[in-house]
């Protein structure tokens, strides 16, 4: 097996979400043959081994990836980080939501390289729609931040930074690996769900 790229960088894909929205369990659904949270992992796993699943073992640990838990359950994505960062033996952790199709390998690596580079404690990109943390890294210091802001009823993930050195990588920055310009696009809806099948394996959306 070829060694990662990244030695000294986690990897966590956030798979706690109800996927209502959705009426079945988005990060199973297939995508070219494979279920979309396995094809995310396997997309990570190039630059960061291992790739860990925040989740429900139950319903992931069959897709042979490493599965841990919500600490807390109910707490949405910034508990999920959460987690992460309390588990993680790395400096530097890449997380992101298990709903992003549309994620490439150019990008995962120029978020990494990038993130290593900077003197922050976490690297947000930026789209029209504001940060987006759930592609985002996170330095082992923002932990306790973290931790202090679910303590305090804090939930939106941009709420629980608050008093993190945050950096932002504006769309400039990251529009050459955004062609398509879906690179955040979740995919939420049995809609989005059409829409990613006929990008990835050419069939129309019905």
């Not at 989740?55 to 069959?62: E, F, K, M, R, V």
């Not at 993190?164 to 050459?176: F, G, M, R, S």
């Not at 049995?190 to 829409?195: S, T």
């Amino acid at each position: 097996m070829t060694a990662a790229k990244f030695q000294n960088v986690s990897a966590f894909i956030l798979a706690g979400g109800s996927s209502s929205r959705m009426g079945a369990d988005k990060a199973l659904l297939e995508l070219a043959g494979q279920p979309l949270l396995l094809r995310t992992a396997r997309l990570l796993d190039a630059f960061v081994t291992p790739v860990t699943v925040i989740g429900d073992p139950s319903l992931y640990a069959s897709l042979g990836l490493p599965v841990f838990p919500d600490d807390v359950p109910g707490l949405g994505p910034l508990g999920g980080i959460a987690t992460a960062l309390r588990i993680s033996r790395m400096p530097w952790n890449l997380v992101v939501a298990c709903d992003l199709p549309y994620l490439t390998a150019a990008w995962i690596d120029f978020l990494i390289s990038r993130a290593l580079a900077a003197h922050a404690d976490a690297l947000l990109p930026a789209s029209e729609r504001g940060p987006e943390p759930l592609c985002a890294m996170y330095h082992a210091r923002c932990a306790p931040v973290i931790s202090t802001a679910l303590a305090r009823g804090v939930r939106k993930v941009t709420d629980g930074l608050a008093g993190v050195v945050i950096e932002t990588l504006p769309h400039e920055e990251w529009k050459a690996f955004d062609s398509g310009g879906g690179l955040f696009k979740n995919m939420n809806s049995p809609a989005d769900y059409a829409g990613a099948r006929a990008h990835f394996e050419g069939k129309t959306p019905s």
